[in-house]
């Protein structure tokens, strides 16, 4: 068995060493390329991260321009305006796009919800359209909008990212949007 075993490696070596011509200089070329390369290390290259200040600028004036909330809404409901938009990191990539909402009463004292600052949020960046959407960096997997009255966390909604970029863009309707929805209380 064990002559028969090394009969058969040997007849494989000189097979093997026919198929193909190379020099000991090729050889040698060749085993250098792969040392180089195994011994380099992988650069990290970072998620690109978009002016978040640009972006709390262009939903405030959506806000503020009457397209999503108009002066009715503004004189008895509520101001908004976003605060802080953030994305934060885990394990190395960003995943959480979160927005810091704040909501003012007018009448009613307890007239901020987070649910309602969501959907006026969804609306002012699906004013917005595929334009805002494609500035969030693609590896995005959660939205969490913060609903604050005052210096009061009331609420946080959250969502996927892709739920919400698709009803931004236009290809879901607010039922589906909705129905992924998830509000968090603290």
Same mark, same amino acid.
């Given at each position: 068995?064990?002559?028969?075993?090394?009969?058969?490696?040997?007849?494989?070596?000189?097979?093997?060493?026919?198929?193909?011509?190379?020099?000991?200089?090729?050889?040698?070329?060749?085993?250098?390329?792969?040392?180089?390369?195994?011994?380099?290390?992988?650069?990290?290259?970072?998620?690109?991260?978009?002016?978040?200040? #640009?972006?709390?600028?262009?939903?405030?004036?959506?806000?503020? $321009?009457?397209?999503?909330?108009?002066?009715?809404?503004?004189?008895?409901?509520?101001?908004?305006?976003?605060?802080?938009?953030?994305?934060?990191?885990?394990?190395?990539?960003?995943?959480?796009?979160?927005?810091?909402?704040?909501?003012?009463?007018?009448?009613?004292?307890?007239?901020?919800?987070?649910?309602?600052?969501?959907?006026?949020?969804?609306?002012?960046?699906?004013?917005?359209?595929?334009?805002?959407?494609?500035?969030?960096? $693609?590896?995005?997997?959660?939205?969490?909008?913060?609903?604050?009255?005052? $210096?009061?966390?009331?609420?946080?909604?959250? #969502?996927?990212?892709?739920?919400?970029?698709?009803?931004?863009?236009?290809?879901?309707?607010?039922?589906?949007?909705?129905?992924?929805?998830?509000?968090?209380?603290?």
């Amino acid at each position: 068995m064990k002559r028969s075993t090394f009969i058969l490696i040997g007849v494989l070596f000189f097979v093997l060493t026919g198929c193909g011509e190379m020099s000991t200089a090729q050889a040698v070329a060749g085993a250098q390329q792969t040392i180089v390369v195994a011994s380099l290390v992988p650069t990290i290259t970072p998620t690109p991260v978009p002016n978040e200040m #640009v972006m709390v600028e262009k939903i405030n004036l959506v806000l503020n $321009d009457n397209k999503v909330v108009d002066d009715l809404s503004k004189a008895i409901d509520a101001h908004y305006q976003v605060m802080n938009i953030q994305f934060e990191p885990a394990g190395g990539m960003m995943i959480i796009f979160r927005m810091d909402v704040l909501c003012i009463c007018v009448k009613n004292v307890n007239c901020c919800v987070p649910e309602r600052t969501f959907v006026i949020i969804a609306h002012a960046l699906k004013v917005l359209g595929r334009q805002f959407a494609e500035n969030v960096p $693609d590896t995005i997997l959660e939205t969490h909008v913060n609903c604050h009255n005052s $210096d009061r966390l009331v609420g946080t909604v959250r #969502v996927s990212w892709e739920e919400l970029k698709q009803y931004i863009v236009d290809t879901h309707g607010g039922y589906q949007l909705g129905n992924s929805v998830e509000t968090l209380y603290p």
